[in-house]
């Protein structure tokens, strides 16, 4: 499996790039947001996922860890294909796709190209449950989904001997104050400064 790539953006496509990784160019389906923040010669890295079936392969790439786990949980549900989480990415952020499955909120998701109502309502029934458990969206409030480096970090903690709730709170206020995904290590290292 291919986690990331790192390399110079060699062409921009409408919801494509090829990314020149040491002289190989490989050509990796993007959400069409994407596109706008990404220039040729740009160094950029991309998360992906590697799709394989038996008639073709394709490699899906995000600019965010995050992203890349909701395109996975996206595409995990009946109904949805890696076009569909590619068309539902580049038209909402997985904070605002999460609000609009927990409010049932129909009309945004079927205004996204290749939803239809049916379709809809189950990913509704199938994703309700998992986002509300890894979401902290609470009375409406919008933030952000834990992403595995959360998790992780909080698990790390707990195993150092510190509660879940020090824990969680810890790493969420070192989350707010580095604005930027850190590493599970320094998730940890950063959390256990706060706790101390």
Do not use: C, H
Request: hydrophobic residues 40%.
């Amino acid at each position: 499996m291919i986690s990331f790539l790192e390399g110079i953006v060699d062409t921009v496509g409408v919801n494509y790039l090829v990314l020149n990784t040491n002289g190989i160019g490989y050509q990796i389906n993007i959400p069409a947001y994407n596109n706008l923040s990404l220039k040729t010669g740009d160094k950029t890295k991309i998360y992906t996922y590697l799709y394989l079936r038996e008639d073709k392969i394709m490699l899906y790439g995000f600019l965010t860890r995050e992203e890349e786990n909701f395109f996975e949980l996206l595409i995990s549900t009946p109904g949805v294909g890696p076009k569909v989480g590619l068309n539902i990415l580049s038209k909402m952020t997985p904070d605002d796709f999460g609000k609009a499955i927990l409010q049932e909120d129909l009309d945004s998701i079927t205004a996204i190209v290749g939803i239809g109502n049916k379709l809809a309502k189950k990913i509704v029934l199938e994703l309700k449950e998992k986002i509300g458990k890894i979401s902290f969206l609470e009375a409406g409030v919008e933030k952000t989904f834990k992403s595995e480096n959360i998790s992780d970090a909080i698990d790390a903690l707990k195993v150092l001997g510190y509660t879940y709730k020090k824990a969680k709170s810890a790493v969420e206020k070192t989350q707010e104050k580095f604005k930027g995904e850190l590493t599970a290590e320094e998730l940890v290292r950063e959390s256990l400064k706060i706790i101390g």
